[in-house]
T-cell receptor, first 112, second 112 residues
Framework: DTAVSQTPKYLVTQMGNDKSIKCEQNLGHDTMYWYKQDSKKFLKIMFSYNNKELIINETVPNRFSPKSPDKAHLNLHINSLELGDSAVYFC???????????FGAGSRLTVL | SQQGEEDPQALSIQEGENATMNCSYKTSINNLQWYRQNSGRGLVHLILIRSNEREKHSGRLRVTLDTSKKSSSLLITASRAADTASYFCATDEGTNAGKSTFGDGTTLTVKP
């Protein structure tokens, strides 16, 4: 299936831990994104990579570090997790930067 | 701050009725998109309308764009229970970074 897939789907962890979320797309898209959706469904862009190059870096704590080993993968590593990091994190990709986004199913992170 | 604000926040209708939701935005845009999000799932692209277009149709969906009022509306005709979801508008300001900024969303409930 052609898609954007992200793992894990659910992540429950303690404050202070470090965790990673992985994302892969097999659509051949050049641009990948991380979005954060809070409990009120407010969706905010965090990062965007175009062909492994960082092009959007919103005001996100530097505990969040994206890594793109190739244009098909964009991972998100979070250090020293805080309660406020609890959210659903969505990976997305687009063929043309700024155009139609294809989203993954989301990774729900719960920090206790 | 959010680029888009959607109205109403929640809408409940009977199957067969039409549903209209509105999106207002603040800055000039390149295009505006509408996405649907079913509960617990990722966002799915519905329709894109460019800044030089006024109306677009796709099946039971009709989107209008009024750039002078910085607003758009999404009309779903002859709604079905399966249309129950949250609907988001997203604007692309046309910067090289291609950042799509999402509205707050309208939660639509279609009762059978």
């Amino acid at each position: 299936d052609t898609a954007v897939s992200q793992t894990p789907k659910y992540l429950v962890t303690q404050m202070g831990n470090d965790k990673s979320i992985k994302c892969e797309q097999n659509l051949g898209h050049d641009t990948m994104y991380w979005y954060k959706q809070d409990s009120k469904k407010f969706l905010k862009i965090m990062f965007s990579y175009n062909n492994k190059e960082l092009i959007i870096n919103e005001t996100v704590p530097n505990r969040f570090s994206p890594k793109s080993p190739d244009k098909a993968h964009l991972n998100l590593h979070i250090n020293s997790l805080e309660l406020g990091d609890s959210a659903v994190y969505f990976c997305a990709s687009s063929q043309v930067t700024g155009y139609v986004l294809t989203f993954g199913a989301g990774s729900r992170l719960t920090v206790l | 701050s959010q680029q888009g604000e959607e109205d109403p926040q929640a809408l409940s209708i009977q199957e067969g009725e039409n549903a209209t939701m509105n999106c207002s935005y603040k800055t000039s845009i390149n295009n505006l998109q509408w996405y649907r999000q079913n509960s617990g799932r990722g966002l799915v692209h519905l329709i894109l309308i460019r800044s030089n277009e006024r109306e677009k149709h796709s099946g039971r969906l009709r989107v209008t764009l009024d750039t002078s009022k910085k607003s758009s509306s999404l009309l779903i005709t002859a709604s079905r229970a399966a249309d129950t979801a949250s609907y988001f508008c997203a604007t692309d300001e046309g910067t090289n970074a291609g950042k799509s900024t999402f509205g707050d969303g309208t939660t639509l409930t279609v009762k059978p």
